[in-house]
C-alpha cells in the first residue's frame, strides 16, 4: 500500500449519488484526496457534493466505456476504489433491462479489468445489495444465504458480486463486495420510497398536497442509515485479506410502520392520507429483507448508529426544511 506518509488516493464511481455523497466526506475526513467519476451528461446532478466541490477532484468516465476507466485509474492512480454507480432505481431495471445489465453488471467487468491491466495493488469495493437474495431462501439473510433475485437490477447485482469474487480468486486482486441492505437518508433520490414518503408528508403537512400513493405497505425491509454504511465499505478496505460482509441492522420494518413514524412526527393520520396502489406493486415482490451482519460486526467492528426512527425523523425534517425553504417569500434587503 505505499509507505505510511502517502495520502492515500480514492476514487469513486457514482459519487454525486446518496452513498457517493456520505463516502466522500468520510474519506475527506480520513485526509484522503478524493476523486470522483462522473458521466457526461448535460446537467451534472452534484447537488448532494455541492458543500465539498471545492474539496474534490472530478472526472468524467463511464462504466459503459472500459478506455475511459483505464485512462482515469492511469491518471489518478487511486490506492482505493469505491464502484457505487450503478443504474440502482429497481422499477426502471425492468424498463431498462439491458441497460441496467450493461451498467450495474457489465461495468464491474470492465472497472475490474481495468485494475487488473493497470496496477493489481489497488483495493477494490464493489456495491452489492440485498436485492440480489430476493425471493429469500432463509431469514436473516447472511454471507452465504442462496441468491434468487427477482428483478433485472437484482440479477445484474448478482454478476457484479460474483465478477468481483472471480476477480479476486482468479488475479489475487484485494476485491471486496459489501452486501448492503437497505440504507437511506435525507440525500436519497425521491423515486424511491421512502423519500417519496417523507417528501409526501412534508408537502401534506405544509398543504402543498393532500394524499400519498404507495404499492405494498406489507413489504419489510431492513432499514439503516447511509452515512453508517459507508464507514463499512471503508473498513472492508483496510483488512489484511479482501472479503465479503453482509451490512445492515438485523430489525426489520415494513412500509406502514415506515408511513406511521412519518405522519405520527408531524401530528398527521397517515390513514387519511395513504392510498395504496396497485400500480405501484412490482411485477415479482421482494417480500422481507433482514440482515444477519454478524460477520461485519466481529471482524470489522462495524454498527449501525442511527436508530430507523432517527432516521425517518431525519428525512422528514430535512424535506419539511427544504420545502419550507423554497416556498418562502423573496425578502428585499432593507
Known amino acids: 500500500m505505499g509507505d505510511q506518509g502517502m495520502i492515500r488516493t480514492a476514487l469513486i464511481t457514482g459519487i454525486t449519488g446518496q452513498d457517493g455523497s456520505y ?7 480520513k485526509g484522503y484526496a478524493v476523486h ?32 475511459s476507466l483505464v485512462r ?8 482505493e476504489v469505491y464502484n457505487l454507480a450503478a443504474q440502482s432505481f429497481v422499477p426502471t431495471s425492468w424498463e431498462q433491462p439491458i441497460f441496467t445489465a450493461e451498467v450495474t453488471g457489465l461495468g464491474v467487468t470492465r472497472i475490474l479489468d481495468a485494475i487488473r491491466q493497470l496496477d493489481k495493488s489497488i483495493r477494490f469495493y464493489q456495491a ?12 436473516p439473510q447472511r454471507e452465504t444465504t442462496v441468491f434468487h433475485p427477482r428483478s433485472p437490477y437484482g440479477v445484474a447485482k448478482v454478476y457484479g458480486h460474483y465478477i468481483t469474487v472471480n476477480y479476486r480468486e482468479s488475479y489475487n486482486l484485494f476485491a471486496c463486495s459489501g452486501i448492503l441492505f437497505n440504507h437511506e437518508s435525507p440525500r436519497r433520490g425521491p423515486e424511491f420510497v421512502t423519500r417519496k414518503i ?48 453482509v451490512v445492515g441492522t438485523g430489525q426489520t420494518h415494513s412500509v406502514r410502520e415506515f408511513v406511521e413514524i412519518a405522519f ?24 422481507i429483507l433482514l440482515a444477519d451482519a454478524r460477520k461485519a460486526r466481529e471482524i470489522l467492528h ?18 419539511l426544511r427544504r420545502l419550507d425553504k423554497s416556498r418562502a417569500p423573496l425578502r428585499t434587503a432593507a
Request: aromatic residues 8%; negative net charge.
Open 264 to 287: 405520527g412526527h408531524v401530528g398527521l393520520d397517515w390513514q387519511k392520507h395513504v392510498v395504496s396502489d396497485p400500480a405501484f406493486y412490482r411485477p415479482a415482490e421482494v417480500e
Open 128 to 139: 452489492s445489495s440485498s436485492e440480489m437474495f430476493g425471493k429469500v431462501r432463509e431469514t
Open 302 to 319: 462495524w454498527r449501525p448508529e442511527k436508530s430507523f426512527e432517527d432516521l425517518v425523523v431525519d428525512m422528514v425534517d430535512s424535506d
Open 198 to 245: 417523507s417528501q409526501s408528508v412534508a408537502q401534506i403537512k405544509l398543504g402543498l398536497a393532500e394524499e400519498l400513493r404507495l404499492g405494498n405497505l406489507d413489504a419489510k425491509r431492513d432499514w439503516g442509515f447511509a452515512g453508517d454504511y459507508v464507514k463499512a465499505m471503508w473498513l472492508m478496505l483496510q483488512q489484511p485479506a479482501p472479503d465479503d460482509y
Open 23 to 29: 463516502l466522500a466526506e468520510f474519506l475527506l475526513q
Open 36 to 67: 470522483g467519476m462522473v458521466r457526461r451528461s448535460s446537467t451534472i446532478s452534484d447537488e448532494r457534493i455541492s458543500h465539498i466541490a471545492d474539496r474534490i477532484h472530478l472526472h468524467q468516465g463511464d462504466l459503459l466505456d472500459q478506455h
Open 72 to 79: 482515469l485509474l492511469e491518471e489518478i492512480r487511486p490506492t
